[in-house]
């Protein structure tokens, strides 16, 4: 390696001289960037009207849209409004229903009370002061036949009204159970209309709107508006039927009531009519008894006397 070479490792390349421009080449740039200015200040003023003529259109049909959603929203809380009036009319009816019924099964434990306690112990009082008869008057007479079908009649009643009751007990049952699911319907009915009413109010400018981050799954609903109709229209349906099975109930404890006392008042005056005829017989007996006795004791108290005398 010689001088010359560490001479030409040790040397600095020095740059050349910056080029000059004439007054005219400067003039020439400064229109050329103030052109390319102008031509990117209108390309932006473009995008921009065209952006404002977007967000007008936007905001035209978005205003479109919620006038339709809002519209459509109204007549859904009118349809919600009318179907939970018709379903409180009907809960009202089937609450009638509920207490009209706690009345009938009242009566009906009142009525099984009075022939428990009163009724039947009467009749078995006259058939227990019956059997205290002695000799030939304890007979199998048609007092004791009535009495014993009195009885009878009067413990049939008390198993039929039993059954009424059951009954009467198990169409209440179900009519509560039917205002449950309609108290159910109704609770879900208001909340809809709370939520509803909450979208109603809700614009572009409203405050939390993003409420969605991509983390809970929006599945559209599963259920139908028909079947959602459908629903409803069974609940009205089953509290129809209830309430047409309880008035029902209510019509035949009337006329079972009136059954049961028609036959026990005509049991009452079959009995006292063989109370009257035996009693018409008993003392028929008895005075053709006497008779007989007073012509036999009277010739009899004679000869004791003429023998007395002789």
Request: hydrophobic letters at 35%; proline letters at 2%.
């Amino acid at each position: 390696m010689n001088t010359n070479q560490f001479y030409r490792e040790s040397m600095v390349i020095v740059p050349p001289p910056p080029t000059r421009f004439t007054l005219n080449e400067w003039y020439l740039n400064n229109r050329i960037r103030y052109r390319a200015c102008l031509d990117q200040q209108q390309l932006a003023d473009k995008i921009l009207a065209e952006c404002e003529r977007g967000q007008g259109i936007i905001d035209e049909v978005t205003a479109l849209n919620k006038r339709e959603v809002d519209h459509r929203i109204t007549e859904k809380i009118s349809d919600i409004q009318f179907v939970k009036d018709d379903i409180v009319k009907q809960r009202k009816e089937v609450c009638i229903e509920i207490d009209n019924l706690t009345t009938y099964n009242e009566r009906i434990i009142d009525a099984m009370n009075a022939l428990r306690e009163e009724a039947l112990k009467i009749c078995k009082k006259c058939i227990i002061f019956r059997e205290g008869r002695v000799g030939i008057d304890l007979c199998h007479d048609d007092v004791e036949r009535e009495l014993i079908k009195e009885a009878e009649m009067i413990e049939a009643s008390q198993a039929m009204l039993q059954r009424v009751l059951e009954q009467a007990n198990e169409q209440i049952r179900r009519l509560r159970s039917t205002t449950y699911f309609m108290d159910r319907d109704l609770e879900d009915k208001d909340n809809v209309t709370k939520i509803d009413y909450q979208n109603m109010i809700i614009n572009e400018r409203s405050f939390n709107l993003s409420m969605y981050h991509g983390f809970t799954p929006l599945d559209p609903a599963n259920i139908t508006a028909e079947e959602w109709q459908q629903y409803t229209f069974k609940n009205l349906e089953r509290a129809a039927k209830e309430i047409n099975s309880a008035r029902s109930l209510r019509a035949y404890v009337d006329t079972f009531l009136k059954q049961v006392i028609d036959d026990l008042w005509s049991q009452y005056h079959v009995v006292n009519e063989a109370f009257r005829r035996r009693i018409e017989e008993i003392k028929e007996a008895k005075t053709k008894l006497e008779v007989m006795h007073n012509e036999v004791a009277i010739p009899h108290l004679c000869a004791r006397l003429f023998c007395d005398f002789a």
